[in-house]
């Protein structure tokens, strides 16, 4: 399909058998959630398969320990001094960091110095 048709149509084709799968055995799945698995797979062009392979291509070593082999990525990422930057959003929950998007993706300051009389309160 990817070939064929470019990565449009591979990414309809993942979210259409995915929700065959689980259609099979009556398990209702938000499509949201599948289009969210879609564009991974799917995001840089090609195709990544969204298992244990295509989880090493990422850089993030707290992303990998939120997939299912924790112990082996952690045991890896040790062995070979990899640093996490916490730009995933899976790397910043597991340390119980606000997530890089939606209301997480501001940052508000407030000068408290421009207001003493609300200090006061």
Do not use: W
Request: proline share 4%.
């Amino acid at each position: 399909m990817l070939a064929a048709y470019g990565v449009e149509a591979c990414r309809a084709c993942i979210v259409r058998e995915v929700s065959g799968v689980f259609g099979a055995y009556g398990i209702g799945v938000d499509p949201r959630h599948l289009i969210l698995i879609a564009d991974y797979m799917t995001h840089l062009g090609g195709y990544r398969a969204c298992n244990r392979i295509g989880i090493e291509a990422c850089t993030s070593p707290l992303l990998k320990i939120s997939f299912e082999t924790a112990a082996s990525f952690l045991v890896s990422a040790t062995l070979h001094g990899d640093v996490d930057a916490l730009t995933s959003p899976a790397a910043r929950i597991v340390l119980g960091r606000p997530v890089g998007v939606g209301t997480g993706c501001l940052e508000l300051v407030q000068n408290m110095e421009a207001r003493p009389a609300q200090l006061a309160c």
